[in-house]
């Protein structure tokens, strides 16, 4: 857990944001002018449309996101990045990259490899989905309702 919050702190002071932000930036930047609404923000990052709402209320208070109007349906919304947020998010991947080479300096490309992988697979177990047995081409994916081969 220490890791995890030193390079959280060490992300936030290089990248110039919290990494809570990043998701739904990332999100709303592929989504362009047609924007996204509050639900399927929701269901793309896995949290309360509440939630949604909240960070996506933030946005807008700093000038990065802009809400609009549902073409079609007044009671909806959409969430768009203004031009300063697109600018600051072309920005923010340049900062991303250069701390990720910052982090990876002093390892071989092969302990960087290898970091990655180790990584995918605990992230993976995370959420739910674990591959066993993918380099041996007799792989299974192991999910919370039971494992199934792939």
Do not use: I, K, N
Not at 46 to 71: F, I, K, Q, S, Y
Not at 95 to 107: D, P, T, Y
């Amino acid at each position: 857990m220490q890791t995890y919050q030193v390079l959280m702190a060490a992300f936030s002071r290089a990248v110039g944001t919290s990494a809570a932000r990043v998701p739904l930036l990332r999100l709303l930047a592929v989504a362009g002018e047609d924007g996204a609404g509050t639900a399927a923000l929701a269901r793309e990052l896995g949290v309360d449309p509440a939630g949604v709402t909240r960070a996506a209320a933030a946005l807008v208070a700093d000038g990065l996101a802009e809400r609009r109007p549902h073409a079609t349906d007044g009671r909806r919304a959409l969430f768009v990045l203004t031009p300063q947020g697109r600018t600051w998010f072309e920005e923010f991947h340049e900062r991303m990259h250069r701390f990720e080479a910052q982090l990876c300096a002093g390892a071989s490309p092969d302990d960087v490899r290898t970091t990655v992988e180790v990584l995918a697979t605990v992230r993976d177990a995370a959420s739910g989905t674990a591959v066993r047995g993918a380099a041996s081409g007799t792989a299974v994916r192991e999910t919370a309702s039971g494992m199934e081969g792939t």
